[in-house]
């Protein structure tokens, strides 16, 4: 499965600090439980890419209407 194959998967997303300093990133769904910590500055860089991949998307879906 890549970034354009669609699924029907359900999953719930949590993001957030964790008591040691960390940044969280929690998937949970069916048969999957999966904690991603993060440094505050790997989390400051995933935060650009998400950004960036949004900007993108927005081009994208403005070339289509």
Avoid: C, H, W
Avoid at 5 to 32: C, F, H, K, W
Avoid at 39 to 44: G, I, R
Avoid at 49 to 63: C, H, V
């Amino acid at each position: 499965m890549g970034i354009n194959s669609e699924s029907e998967i359900a999953a719930n997303l949590q993001i957030g600090p964790t008591d040691q300093g960390m940044v969280r990133i929690y998937v949970e769904g069916d048969g999957v439980d999966l904690p991603l910590d993060f440094d505050p500055d790997e989390a400051e860089e995933i935060a650009e890419e998400i950004r960036a991949a949004a900007a993108q998307a927005r081009k994208i879906n403005s070339k289509k209407r």
